[in-house]
């Protein structure tokens, strides 16, 4: 008989998990986390069958374990951060991560309508939920610490920053590529005295920001942006640039070049990586952030020949650690309400969150992930550029 299709007997089946939990413990051991220990970044695990799973689905294995209660730990944050800082991932190698990392690689899956699926996918998931997570101001990016202790205060800052970098007075007209919720420029608008346009490709947050920035002199769109052609005093994007995908980087620097002034400023705000380009993780392609990816200064650079001069390469990559913690403060004090008001907020979109940011922390905690602003300017600024920090 095929030994395929032979039911697996009992003690079989326990041999075959203990021998999996052995491996598992003798891989964790290599970053100072145990298996059911007592320490709060320790893996409790509640069903054996998660260790099957995450060795034969690596990162998607191991995310939907934790989803489906399978494991805990009680510092969700600080296990991601010895795991990764261990560099365990690597030691997993599967056909999940090798299809992301393809498709990656090959395919342009942000051109077309595919650019609008990570509005509905993502950003439209609920404007309630981001409203309890993302504090005062809905920016969905991160903040800047050096002088703030809140989270408020934080973004408050970075936008401030990202005005300066521009060189903002009164009257100019600014273009706000993937413009979230509006709050960057409704900033700019009350606080610079400028106007603007702000594109999305999310139905929600264009209906949001068309509401937070009534009265205003600014012009919100639900388009891509590779569709607009005006001329602009200045021109920026924050956190946008993780989804236009490294097929589209030299397109998304042109239609910036065409559609800013010869004296102009345009300020990129993104997360970059100083790993291997074009590498997206399985679970995080899967449910948060489809067809997205994590640029390369390896993959920017050589978009940005011949249209820009790079007056700034700005990393705070360890503020979105902070920032992060400060979401996950925020959604966990909030969770009460928000899955008492909603069912798609069930106990499992809960985890998945929660893995969502913790893993996300934990990825700039270890400085494998960073936060770039890059400053621009067609030409060079005559005499040099001021960095305000």
């Not at 032979?6 to 998990?17: I, K, M, N, Q």
């Not at 993104?270 to 380009?277: E, S, V």
């Not at 925020?330 to 008001?341: D, I, K, V």
Request: with cysteine.
């Amino acid at each position: 008989m095929n030994d395929l299709a032979t039911p697996v007997e009992p003690a079989h089946l326990a041999r075959h998990d203990l021998a999996l939990r052995e491996k598992a413990q003798a891989l964790l051991a290599h970053a100072g986390v145990t298996i059911d220990g007592n320490r709060p970044w320790d893996l409790r695990v509640n069903d054996a069958r998660a260790f099957a799973r995450t060795f034969a689905h690596g990162s998607l294995g191991l995310g939907e374990a934790y989803m489906d209660g399978w494991w805990d730990a009680d510092s969700l944050d600080q296990f991601f951060f010895h795991v990764l800082g261990a560099n365990l991932d690597e030691q997993l190698h599967d056909f999940d991560t090798l299809r992301a990392h393809l498709r990656a690689r090959f395919l342009n899956m942000q051109r077309g309508r595919k650019a609008f699926k990570i509005g509905k996918a993502h950003y439209d998931i609920g404007n309630d939920l981001f409203a309890k997570m993302l504090g005062k101001r809905l920016v969905y990016s991160c903040g800047y610490w050096k002088d703030a202790t809140n989270l408020d205060a934080a973004q408050a800052a970075k936008l401030d920053m990202i005005c300066r970098k521009l060189q903002l007075k009164p009257g100019m007209r600014v273009l706000d590529i993937g413009c979230g919720w509006g709050e960057a420029l409704k900033f700019a608008a009350e606080n610079y005295g400028v106007s603007g346009v702000g594109v999305t490709v999310s139905e929600q947050q264009a209906q949001f920001a068309r509401e937070l920035c009534k009265g205003l002199p600014i012009e919100i769109r639900l388009q891509d942006y590779r569709n607009v052609e005006e001329k602009f005093d200045a021109v920026y994007s924050i956190g946008m640039f993780e989804h236009v995908g490294w097929k589209n980087y030299r397109t998304y620097f042109e239609v910036c070049r065409r559609c800013l002034k010869d004296d102009g400023l345009s300020v990129l705000h993104c997360i970059g990586t100083n790993g291997a380009p074009s590498r997206p993780d399985a679970w995080i392609e899967k449910y948060i952030f489809p067809n997205s990816m994590i640029p390369a200064a390896s993959q920017v650079a050589p978009a940005l020949e011949g249209l820009f001069v790079v007056e700034d390469w700005h990393n705070f990559g360890t503020d979105y650690d902070e920032t992060l913690m400060a979401w996950i403060a925020n959604f966990n004090a909030a969770w009460p309400e928000l899955s008492a008001s909603n069912p798609r907020y069930d106990e499992r979109f809960r985890r998945m969150w929660l893995y969502y940011l913790s893993s996300s922390a934990a990825t700039f905690r270890t400085r494998r992930d960073q936060l770039w602003q890059l400053t621009l300017s067609p030409n060079g600024v005559p005499g040099g550029y001021r960095v305000p920090r």
